[in-house]
């Protein structure tokens, strides 16, 4: 890795902090059955199903009895353990766990921030079972960038087939996907939100934890899945549910960070 790329990850991951850390300390727990992504969850989950996830923050989807999770937020995991849940310091370059020993791996709203993105997924499918099930999320197309992306740590955002390509190289296919995420569509909004996230942070955190974050919650609305992955310029951010083969996919990380 050269030193440009290093310091990148590394400013990254600052980032990452920054704006999650604080975010964390003051935030609740919100309980999994409560987003929209619950019923897929649901109908996905079996009595014996070994499941993974991978920086929830407080946000998580999986079920906190007999989930395993991982956070890079000593904050985050903390709180999720006076929950009664399993969860330990981590990043979704080094999980702590043996190959193929999960049946549903759940990252959602990760890997944009992971400068080395072939690494991350090379890491969820080491860990997920041959014929298991692999959920994460993502935001969409370059030309919707904006300053909000840079600020929370993003790295990226996908076009669909670049997409596709990463997820097919490590033998993924994509059953299914929907249209996902809790963003604001007024691009005004955003802007306001992003000055007093900049010129009065605690303020900005107040109202987010006990008001929009709460309301957003609320007002989710269920998710409509279609057949392989969304490729529409409208869309903003895409929930995937992938299937691993039946059969170990001998995929290696040789593909460049995207």
Known sequence: MSVSVTGRACELERINRDFYEPLWDEAQLIAPQRFNTWPLIESLLRAESRCLEVAPGLRPRLPLAGTRFVDM???????????????????????????????????MDVIEHVEDDVGALGELTRVLAPGGTLLISVPLHESQWTAFDDFVGHCRRYEPEMLTALLAHFGLAVERSAVYGMAPRSSRLLDVGLWYLVNQRERAMWWYNRVFMPLAVRFQRPLTFVDGLIDDEQVDEVLVICRAPQFVHQATNSLKPM
């Open 73 to 107: 937020s000593e904050r985050a995991v903390a709180r999720l353990r006076d929950a009664g849940a399993q969860a330990e310091v981590g990043t979704i370059l080094d999980l702590p766990f043996q190959s193929q020993g999960f049946d549903l791996v759940c990252a």
